[in-house]
């Protein structure tokens, strides 16, 4: 993941008399940052990147009447006051502070008060879109204001003004009189991922087991693991990879006492322990030069989260040497180098030759980002690229037209819809069983177009604790209309909205604008499929402010009777998508939307957790199951299948891993 929030150099007002004032002319100018700074650098005559064909770019720009405009600014200054851009806010010192909810990214952002004006709440021109902070239209909503009494910066995205106090998605402040970045750890350096910085272990998605990397070797016990350490291994800066680095980086990962971990942040304060992803550690101590011993809370499986980005060993040199710059150039034992990164547009590896293990068949991997994926399309189409990952669904039958290679990979997520177990309709079984026999799933993946496939279980035909001896809830609107007769939901003689004492069997269905893929065509067919077993459907798309509201979103049991959500797994075991739909997993405690809570549900997860028999575990997730599977809390939609375009003519073959759809190096076949 990359950083959410950047910030492009541009030239503001200083307004001779000081008011909260937005966009407009510039009387004056104030250059941000100072003169030394890498956004201030005249490129008037710098050389043109022959590689992304500039004259192609410029003639496309130029061509068909397109009006192109700054991506910062105001109004368009031609007397209609529309808005372009982001407009820029300017105030003073004297502007009141206020308070702002981040839902989205409440860890990587400046934690605030913001100077928002309040003029904001309900004028046009504000915030980009051009609408006030008490409408949201959609889009990314930025909010920009700089403080000229202190040249401090503030930018939020996706802002809104819910009535009583401005929420967003996430908040940036910048001291733009100085060249400090904000914190370059709100980076992750799996962007890179285990062609840079491989584990002791590495997780072997085809043979469902643990396999060695820098550990060849390990005595696995409840209480603990020794692992041995593969020797002659040297980082990519020269120095030398052993007992001492491995401590170093599991104590900078998860323990917050350590100094190296306080250099981490999250939510604006120091320290970070990762242990959400190894979270059976306990400790390490040093055997000798090349042993470690970590030492363990006893759970089952802990070994294979050793394979995590957590446990990516990192050169301590590199660390302590680059500080806050290291993010930019992490340095690892892996068969990739990192040569550039550009953050948000590109970042080039190039293969280690001094690489301890097999080289990977690419000697050099770019990759590009832009947030135009049509974009992205032509060029694939035109050769600037040889593959695409997650192409858009409608561009898909043109690259096929021109032979370009679409192929489509299962992931380890499964897209549902959680029904509100706490209220009617959703509060009888029978009904929530009613739902699942109306969904037509295979209707739905045809929809996506090969992205989505139909699952009929609780968990993947092919992988480990798959229970298929369950009811399979495959599309009978017949099964769904006799269980709603059942449940006392009868058909008027001339009505095609069911009821019961009156009351019609009416339900409200919350999505996020913005959801695409599985996540974007399970409402809308879920909702023609409910209706037309006699339920009255509300299909109302939200904010992302709205959606992850505590209060009016979908983390609260007022919300809505049927929300739109979706999960996805480290490891094709079960146990972490059966976690969720714990009671202790109902917010706030994690996303059990259906706010459903059964005991005996809870006694058999929590049993798996610590079980070590293997067929007594194995048994243990089947029961689980079996029995969400009769209860019926949510109602299972696809599975999401990734899709990845290439060039024939240049890549044989690129499969992506089940686990968050990533590129495996050593599995890149190329021409």
Same mark, same amino acid.
């Given at each position: 993941?990359l950083?959410?929030?950047?910030?492009?150099?541009?030239?503001?007002?200083?307004?001779?008399?000081?008011?909260?004032h937005?966009?407009?002319?510039?009387?004056?100018?104030l250059?941000?940052?100072?003169?030394?700074?890498?956004?201030n650098?005249?490129?008037?005559?710098?050389?043109?990147?022959?590689?992304?064909?500039?004259?192609?770019?410029?003639?496309?720009?130029?061509?068909?009447?397109?009006?192109?405009?700054?991506?910062?600014?105001?109004?368009?200054?031609?007397?209609?006051?529309?808005?372009?851009?982001?407009?820029?806010?300017?105030?003073?010192?004297?502007?009141?502070?206020?308070?702002?909810?981040?839902?989205?990214?409440?860890?990587?952002?400046?934690?605030?008060?913001?100077?928002?004006?309040?003029?904001?709440?309900?004028?046009?021109?504000?915030?980009?879109?051009?609408?006030?902070?008490?409408?949201?239209?959609?889009?990314?909503?930025?909010l920009?204001?700089?403080?000229?009494?202190?040249?401090?910066?503030?930018?939020?995205g996706?802002?809104?003004?819910?009535?009583?106090?401005?929420?967003?998605?996430g908040?940036?402040?910048?001291?733009? +009189?100085?060249?400090?970045?904000?914190?370059?750890?709100?980076?992750?350096?799996?962007?890179?991922?285990?062609?840079?910085?491989?584990?002791?272990v590495?997780?072997? &998605?085809?043979?469902?087991?643990?396999?060695?990397?820098?550990?060849?070797?390990?005595?696995?016990?409840?209480?603990?693991?020794?692992?041995?350490?593969?020797?002659?291994?040297?980082?990519? +800066?020269?120095?030398?990879?052993?007992?001492?680095?491995?401590?170093?980086?599991?104590?900078r990962?998860?323990?917050?006492t350590?100094?190296?971990?306080?250099?981490?942040?999250?939510?604006?304060?120091?320290?970070?322990p990762?242990?959400?992803?190894?979270?059976?550690?306990?400790?390490?101590?040093?055997?000798?030069?090349?042993?470690?011993?970590v030492?363990?809370?006893?759970?089952?499986?802990a070994?294979?989260?050793?394979?995590?980005?957590?446990?990516?060993?990192?050169?301590?040199?590199?660390?302590?040497?680059?500080?806050?710059?290291?993010?930019?150039s992490?340095?690892?034992?892996?068969?990739?180098?990192?040569?550039s990164?550009?953050?948000?547009?590109?970042?080039?590896?190039?293969?280690?030759?001094?690489?301890?293990?097999?080289?990977?068949?690419?000697?050099?991997?770019?990759?590009?980002?832009k947030t135009?994926?049509?974009?992205?399309v032509?060029?694939?189409?035109?050769?600037?690229?040889?593959?695409?990952?997650?192409?858009?669904?409608a561009?898909?039958?043109?690259?096929?037209?021109?032979?370009?290679?679409?192929?489509?990979?299962?992931?380890?997520?499964?897209?549902?819809?959680?029904?509100?177990t706490?209220?009617?309709?959703?509060?009888?079984?029978?009904?929530?069983?009613?739902?699942?026999?109306?969904?037509?799933?295979?209707?739905?993946a045809?929809?996506?177009?090969g992205?989505?496939?139909?699952?009929?279980?609780?968990?993947? &035909?092919?992988?480990?604790?798959?229970?298929?001896?369950?009811?399979?809830?495959k599309?009978?609107?017949?099964?769904?209309?006799?269980l709603?007769?059942?449940a006392?939901?009868?058909?008027?003689?001339?009505?095609?909205?069911?009821?019961?004492?009156?009351?019609?069997?009416?339900?409200?269905?919350?999505?996020?604008?913005?959801?695409?893929?599985?996540?974007?065509?399970?409402?809308?067919?879920?909702?023609?499929?409910?209706?037309?077993?006699?339920?009255?459907?509300?299909?109302?798309?939200?904010?992302?402010?709205?959606?992850?509201?505590?209060?009016?979103?979908?983390?609260?049991?007022?919300?809505?009777?049927?929300?739109?959500?979706?999960?996805?797994?480290?490891?094709?075991?079960?146990?972490?998508?059966l976690?969720?739909?714990?009671?202790?997993?109902?917010?706030?405690?994690?996303?059990?939307?259906a706010?459903?809570?059964?005991?005996?549900?809870?006694?058999?997860?929590?049993a798996?957790k610590?079980?070590?028999?293997?067929?007594?575990?194995?048994?243990?997730?089947? +029961?689980a199951?079996?029995?969400?599977?009769?209860?019926?809390?949510?109602?299972?939609?696809?599975?999401?299948?990734?899709?990845v375009?290439?060039?024939?003519s240049?890549?044989?073959?690129?499969?992506?891993?089940?686990?968050?759809?990533?590129v495996?190096?050593?599995?890149?076949?190329l021409?």
């Amino acid at each position: 993941m990359l950083r959410r929030f950047a910030v492009a150099a541009t030239l503001v007002a200083a307004l001779p008399l000081f008011a909260a004032h937005e966009g407009g002319p510039i009387p004056a100018q104030l250059p941000l940052f100072p003169g030394n700074n890498w956004w201030n650098t005249d490129i008037t005559n710098a050389p043109t990147d022959t590689l992304v064909n500039s004259t192609a770019f410029t003639d496309f720009m130029g061509g068909s009447g397109r009006r192109l405009h700054p991506d910062w600014g105001g109004d368009i200054g031609d007397g209609t006051g529309e808005t372009y851009g982001i407009p820029f806010v300017i105030v003073d010192s004297t502007q009141p502070l206020v308070p702002i909810d981040f839902v989205d990214y409440a860890d990587e952002s400046d934690a605030g008060p913001y100077p928002i004006p309040t003029e904001a709440i309900t004028s046009f021109g504000w915030i980009e879109g051009g609408e006030p902070g008490n409408q949201d239209p959609g889009g990314d909503r930025h909010l920009l204001i700089l403080n000229r009494s202190d040249n401090t910066l503030y930018e939020m995205g996706n802002v809104f003004y819910n009535g009583t106090g401005w929420q967003a998605s996430g908040g940036a402040i910048f001291h733009v +009189d100085t060249n400090n970045r904000r914190p370059d750890d709100w980076t992750s350096a799996d962007a890179a991922g285990l062609a840079i910085l491989p584990g002791l272990v590495r997780y072997d &998605e085809a043979k469902n087991e643990v396999v060695p990397a820098l550990a060849t070797s390990w005595d696995e016990k409840p209480e603990s693991i020794t692992f041995k350490l593969r020797s002659g291994v040297k980082f990519q +800066d020269g120095t030398p990879f052993n007992a001492d680095a491995v401590v170093f980086n599991f104590r900078r990962a998860f323990d917050k006492t350590f100094p190296a971990n306080q250099a981490i942040t999250g939510g604006g304060q120091p320290g970070v322990p990762y242990t959400y992803l190894v979270p059976a550690y306990k400790g390490v101590e040093k055997v000798d030069d090349m042993t470690v011993r970590v030492d363990l809370n006893p759970a089952p499986f802990a070994l294979r989260t050793f394979s995590t980005a957590a446990t990516f060993m990192e050169s301590p040199a590199a660390v302590e040497a680059k500080g806050k710059d290291y993010q930019l150039s992490p340095v690892g034992t892996g068969p990739y180098k990192v040569a550039s990164f550009t953050p948000n547009q590109r970042w080039e590896l190039v293969r280690n030759e001094d690489y301890w293990g097999p080289k990977p068949a690419p000697d050099r991997v770019v990759a590009v980002i832009k947030t135009d994926a049509a974009a992205l399309v032509n060029d694939l189409l035109s050769g600037n690229i040889d593959a695409l990952v997650a192409p858009p669904p409608a561009n898909l039958d043109q690259l096929k037209s021109a032979n370009m290679v679409v192929k489509f990979y299962p992931t380890l997520e499964i897209d549902y819809l959680a029904l509100n177990t706490t209220r009617a309709p959703f509060d009888d079984v029978l009904v929530r069983q009613a739902a699942n026999w109306a969904l037509d799933k295979e209707a739905l993946a045809k929809v996506l177009n090969g992205q989505g496939a139909a699952i009929y279980a609780d968990w993947f &035909e092919e992988a480990y604790g798959n229970n298929a001896d369950v009811v399979d809830y495959k599309y009978s609107p017949d099964k769904a209309k006799q269980l709603l007769d059942q449940a006392g939901w009868k058909l008027p003689a001339s009505g095609t909205v069911r009821q019961k004492n009156g009351q019609d069997l009416a339900v409200k269905l919350v999505m996020r604008i913005g959801q695409t893929g599985v996540l974007g065509a399970l409402p809308t067919v879920a909702t023609s499929n409910l209706q037309d077993v006699g339920f009255k459907v509300d299909l109302q798309a939200v904010d992302a402010a709205t959606y992850n509201s505590t209060t009016v979103g979908v983390f609260s049991p007022t919300c809505c009777d049927l929300s739109n959500a979706g999960h996805a797994s480290s490891f094709p075991d079960p146990i972490d998508w059966l976690t969720r739909w714990t009671t202790a997993s109902i917010p706030p405690g994690e996303r059990n939307f259906a706010f459903w809570s059964n005991k005996d549900f809870d006694t058999l997860v929590a049993a798996a957790k610590v079980e070590f028999d293997a067929n007594k575990r194995l048994q243990l997730l089947k +029961d689980a199951q079996k029995l969400k599977r009769d209860q019926a809390p949510i109602l299972w939609g696809n599975r999401y299948q990734q899709a990845v375009a290439w060039n024939p003519s240049k890549v044989q073959d690129l499969p992506l891993t089940k686990a968050f759809s990533r590129v495996f190096p050593w599995a890149i076949v190329l021409k």
